[in-house]
């Protein structure tokens, strides 16, 4: 299984970006997919993670510091789960990665597979 992640980029504080992730296998396999982020020298952090209950409904949550500002979905025609960040800070350069788990995904060891990460870089 692979993940692809796509959509990172630079932009100046209050820009917006889009993150993608396709997996190459349907992502209802999943329970769990989940977008992580690692700035350098910091720990590795949820940022927001999409718990989906069979093909129509899904539940989500975030981190504190992106709550109102970031948005993850999913778009059942593309087999993607998108991460739409608004409002950017400074403090949202990391790296981004997609992860997907057949559990709740509470924490990282849960995550069965890993993207291979794409950059965001927010300038003030």
């Known amino acids: 299984v692979q993940l692809q992640a796509s959509g990172g980029g630079s932009v100046q504080a209050g820009g917006s970006l889009r993150l993608s992730c396709a997996p190459s296998i349907d992502f209802f396999t999943f329970h769990t997919m989940g977008w992580y982020r690692q700035a350098p020298g910091k720990e590795r952090e949820l940022v927001a993670r999409l718990i989906s209950f069979g093909t129509t409904k899904y539940s989500d949550d975030y981190a504190d510091s992106v709550k109102g500002r970031f948005t993850i979905s999913r778009d059942n025609a593309k087999n993607t789960v998108d991460l739409q960040m608004n409002s950017l800070k400074p403090e949202d350069t990391a790296v981004y990665y997609c992860?997907?788990?057949?559990?709740?995904?509470?924490?990282?060891?849960?995550?069965?597979?890993w993207g291979q990460g794409t950059q965001v870089t927010v300038s003030s």
């Open positions: 992860a997907a788990t057949y559990g709740l995904g509470y924490r990282d060891y849960e995550y069965n597979y």
